[in-house]
């Protein structure tokens, strides 16, 4: 009989499983990284939970005659900080991975649904989103 099926070990580790990735998770969302460009003429400070902090971006970055060059910086600086970030979930929630689950086959990307660009969930690549205040509530 030690070979029979038991649901209440499997829901019991499945539960203690769920609460080690909960925290896993909570503590990777406190974590904040910087992620640099320009050798450190722009610097972005974003939380593992994916929120900006804080934009630094050194004067002599700024030349109004090439502001293009700004946004490359303040783009590529942004997408370093991603990169650590996704490094960090792949360290700290990589174990969580698939962990006991069964092969989903093409559900895996829920049959296409997950490409939310897509769906239209969020606009085109080329859609330009300018902040005129650091603060919306200001308005002096």
Known sequence: MSDQ???????????????????????????????QAGGGAVAIRVSGGLQVLNVSIAPEAVDPADVSMLEDLVLAAFHDALAQIDAMQQE????????????????????????????????????????????PGDQT
Do not use: T, Y
């Open 92 to 135: 700290v929630l990589g174990p969580f991975q698939n962990a006991g689950m069964p092969d989903l086959g093409d559900l895996g990307d829920l049959g296409g649904l997950a490409d939310l660009e897509a769906l239209g969930l969020f606009g085109a690549s080329d859609d330009i989103i300018e902040i005129d205040s650091p603060n």
């Open 5 to 35: 099926f038991d649901l209440g070990s499997m829901l019991s580790q499945a539960m203690a499983m769920q609460q080690q990735f909960e925290q896993a998770r909570a503590a990777a969302a406190l974590r904040e990284f910087v992620g």
